[in-house]
């Protein structure tokens, strides 16, 4: 299901083999590592069962046989108090961690959407802010979910530009998050009404939105 909610957000399909223009190939094992327990005075007491998740595989592009490997350099370690919850958890953080190290790779990521976001806090990028957000919305639905992601960004934007409604900001005031719901709203033609006099909870409201409007666009439910 994890794999599954990180590839529909980014607009990618689970199909069978025969259809499929990407392949994952891999075996995920998760191993019973140890009881921990804590000894004071006599008394042992149980503090969580540890597990070890490992991971080795690869994403392969069948239309040019461009090859991600995929494989954890080193085992993970989870643990929690429930036996059944440290199995699940395991799963779930490694399936978490193969999900994000597809979809920020070479094959199914975007660098250079990734790179447009980056040079809004680079001083000596040269554009104005203004530009660069109109070259992400120039990428359409394909950047929607970066910049829902760069929602938590608070970095401050370090180039020049406008910024509706508030012709001067003081230093760091305007942060990438800013930035990218202004390029959400004209991607998805919506007004969040978010701007840099905002208080925590309504950036944090906003953020909420805009993730339950593209899962609902893109059907995962």
């Not at 490997?69 to 199995?87: D, H, I, K, W």
């Not at 957000?133 to 992601?149: D, S």
């Amino acid at each position: 299901m994890i794999l599954e909610r990180g590839f529909s957000l980014h607009g990618f399909q689970l199909v069978g083999r025969e259809e499929a223009q990407y392949l994952v190939e891999g075996t995920l094992t998760c191993d019973y590592f140890q009881d921990l327990t804590f000894d004071f005075q006599g008394a042992s007491q149980h503090l969580e069962h540890q597990y070890h998740g490992k991971f080795e595989g690869r994403l392969i592009c069948r239309d040019d046989d461009r090859v991600q490997e995929l494989s954890f350099p080193e085992p993970l370690m989870n643990g929690r108090t429930v036996l059944e919850m440290a199995r699940r958890d395991i799963r779930r953080r490694s399936a978490t961690i193969i999900s994000e190290t597809m979809l920020r790779g070479p094959i199914l990521g975007e660098p250079e959407i990734r790179g447009l976001i980056d040079a809004l806090t680079d001083s000596l990028d040269g554009r104005f802010h203004n530009q660069v957000m109109e070259q992400i919305t120039a990428y359409q639905e394909r950047a929607v979910p970066y910049l829902i992601e760069t929602l938590r960004d608070d970095r401050p934007v370090r180039l020049e530009g406008d910024y509706p409604g508030f012709p001067e900001l003081e230093p760091d005031e305007l942060k990438v998050y800013h930035i990218a719901d202004l390029a959400l709203r004209e991607i998805l033609d919506r007004d969040s009404g978010l701007d840099p006099l905002s208080s925590d909870d309504y950036i944090q409201r906003v953020r909420t939105g805009w993730q339950w409007m593209w899962e609902d666009l893109q059907e995962v439910y």
